[in-house]
C-alpha cells in the first residue's frame, strides 16, 4: 500500500472512476436547496441530477463545506497503520471554509505532523489535474518529499481559465460585480475568467462569442507552455459538445501527454450555473 494517501474535496471535479483507479479519497461539500432539502456533492447527487434541479425549480441553491469532524474521521481511518502519511488538497480558501475546516481537523490531532494541507487556490478541475497528479506519485511509491516537491512545481505551474454562459451565477453569490453581469448579459460579450495568484475569480479578458474566446485561451496557453508536453482537464457544465471540441482544439496545438473531460459537480455548478467550460493545463 501507498505511504502517501491523498484526500481532496468533491470541488475537484475527479471522475469517480479516476478517483477510485488512483486511490483518492473525496470529502464531500454539501448543495442545500432549502431548510428540508440538501445533498452531498456526489454522493447524493451527481451533476446531472444538480442541474436538472436546477432546471426545474429555478433556483439557485446555497453550499456549505465539510466539518472538520468530517476531516478528522477521513484522516484517522487513512492513519490507523500509524506509517503512513495524508498531503489533503482543497478549493480556494478565497471561495470555501473547506480548507479551514481540513486545517481545524489536522490541529486537533496527535497525529497532526503526518497531515499535510495545502490550499490549492484553485476551483473545479483546476485541483483535479494537480491531486491525480500526485495521486499517481503515490501510487508508484514515491516518497512524501518527492510529492511535496512535484505539487510544489504543480501549484507554480497550472492555469486555469473558464468560460461561463451567463454571469447570473457568479453575481449572485457574490463573485462579480452586478454590473459586470449586467454588460456581459446585455452585449453578449463571453469573459474569459481566471482566478488569482490567491484564487479569486476575476476577468482576465472579454470575448464576443465563444468560439473567439475559446482561440483566445489557445493564444494565452501557447504564451505560457509553448507545443507541450502537457497535462490537460476539461471540466464542464452541461456542455459536453463544447468541452470535446475544446480538447481537439488543444491537441491539435500541443503534445498532450494526457487528457481528462469531465462534469462540474453541483458546488462549483452552482456558483457558476449551466454552460460553463473550464480549461486547466500544467507542465508534464
Not at 117 to 128: E, L, P, Q, T, W
Not at 149 to 156: G, I, K, P, Q, V
Not at 180 to 199: N, Q, R, Y
Not at 238 to 253: F, Q
Request: glycine fraction near 6%; charged fraction near 25%.
Amino acid at each position: 500500500m501507498p505511504n502517501v494517501k491523498i484526500v481532496t474535496d468533491s470541488t475537484a471535479d475527479i471522475p469517480a472512476d479516476l478517483a477510485e483507479q488512483l486511490g483518492i479519497t473525496v470529502v464531500p461539500l454539501n448543495v442545500i436547496f432549502s431548510e428540508t432539502e440538501s445533498y452531498e456533492d456526489g454522493v447524493t447527487l451527481t451533476a446531472d441530477e444538480f442541474y436538472k434541479k436546477v432546471k426545474a425549480s429555478n433556483t439557485i441553491p446555497s453550499t456549505s463545506q465539510p466539518t472538520p469532524y468530517q476531516f478528522e474521521e477521513v484522516y484517522r481511518s487513512l492513519l490507523n497503520d500509524g506509517e503512513s502519511k495524508i498531503i489533503s488538497i482543497h478549493i480556494s480558501s478565497k471561495m470555501s471554509g473547506t480548507y479551514q475546516a481540513a486545517t481545524i481537523a489536522k490541529q486537533s490531532m496527535e497525529e497532526d505532523e503526518s497531515i499535510h494541507v495545502i490550499d490549492s487556490k484553485r476551483a473545479s478541475y483546476g485541483i483535479g489535474i494537480i491531486v491525480t497528479e500526485i495521486a499517481k506519485l503515490a501510487k508508484e511509491g514515491y516518497s512524501l518529499e518527492q510529492c511535496q516537491a512535484r505539487l510544489d512545481e504543480l501549484l507554480h505551474d497550472t492555469n486555469l481559465f473558464f468560460m461561463v454562459d451567463t454571469l447570473e451565477y457568479l453575481q449572485k453569490n457574490g463573485r462579480i460585480g452586478k454590473a459586470s453581469a449586467v454588460l456581459g448579459s446585455m452585449l453578449k460579450i463571453k469573459p474569459i475568467l481566471s482566478l488569482t495568484d490567491e484564487g479569486e475569480v476575476y476577468s482576465f479578458e472579454k470575448a464576443r462569442g465563444q468560439k473567439k474566446a475559446m482561440t483566445r485561451i489557445i493564444e494565452v496557453l501557447k504564451e505560457k507552455y509553448g507545443s507541450g508536453p502537457v497535462h490537460v482537464g476539461i471540466s464542464h457544465a452541461m456542455n459536453e459538445t463544447l468541452a470535446e471540441e475544446m480538447v481537439e482544439r488543444i491537441k491539435a496545438e500541443f503534445v498532450v501527454e494526457s487528457d481528462v473531460v469531465t462534469s462540474i459537480g453541483a458546488v462549483i455548478g452552482a456558483h457558476v450555473g449551466p454552460g460553463t467550460v473550464s480549461i486547466v493545463m500544467t507542465k508534464a
